[in-house]
Nanobody
Framework: VQLQASGGGLVQPGGSLRLSCEAS????????ITWFRQAPGKEREGVSC???????DYADSVKGRFTISKESSKNVVYLQMNSLKPEDTAVYYC??????????????????WGQGTLVTVSS
């Protein structure tokens, strides 16, 4: 199983970025995908997740600004990030789990992890 996160970069406050998580070795019909982030000196936190049946959850800190979606035919999950703030600066990771009816924002419940992509929000 491989999870490839991409799309990070430098953006000004108020700007937007779209992250992608491309999965191989598993299908989105059998897996839930969660986006995490880890800022320097802070613990990794769950940002958003999408279940097999496209159920969705968000951390309070990103509700109304971030949108998660998936394109099952391409085995890709997206994280659209709008109205970015400097405190969104972090390395963003995607991870997979095998929840049947929901998804999780808890890192200890993940089965597979991808490498991270750096998002920097700065003027």
């Amino acid at each position: 199983v491989q999870l490839q996160a991409s799309g990070g970069g430098l953006v000004q406050p108020g700007g937007s970025l779209r992250l992608s998580c491309e999965a191989s070795g598993l299908t989105l019909d059998s897996s839930a995908i969660t986006w995490f982030r880890q800022a320097p000196g802070k613990e990794r936190e769950g940002v958003s997740c999408i279940s097999r049946s496209a159920g969705i959850d968000y951390a309070d800190s990103v509700k109304g600004r971030f949108t998660i979606s998936k394109e099952s035919s391409k085995n890709v999950v997206y994280l659209q990030m709008n109205s970015l703030k400097p405190e969104d600066t972090a390395v963003y990771y995607c991870a997979a789990s095998f929840f049947v009816y929901s998804c999780s924002l808890r890192n200890y419940e993940m089965n597979y992890w991808g490498q991270g992509t750096l998002v920097t929000v700065s003027s």
